[in-house]
């Protein structure tokens, strides 16, 4: 397997979809890999993963209104 590592800029391109699990399993593999030796990504992930559960969460609690209220408020928690 010769698997190219990427840099942080591809890193960055891909993230979203490594979040979503739609990558292939090469670049799946390539992204892990980036994130175990590159720190800026790897906190970069685990804050778009902790952005991305609360909006879930927050979608799933009740649309309504005072959302963005909500929001503001859950950001600053992060
Ligand atoms: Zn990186």
Excluded: W
């Amino acid at each position: 397997m010769t698997n190219k590592p990427i840099d942080c800029e591809k890193a960055l391109n891909i993230l979203y979809d490594y979040l979503d699990r739609e990558l292939g399993v090469h670049d799946h593999e390539a992204m892990e890999h980036h994130l175990s030796v590159c720190k800026s990504c790897f906190s970069r992930v685990e804050f778009e993963q902790r952005l991305k559960d609360k909006m879930k969460s927050l979608r799933e609690e009740r649309p309504a209104t005072g959302s963005s209220e909500r929001i503001k408020q859950l950001l600053k928690d992060l």
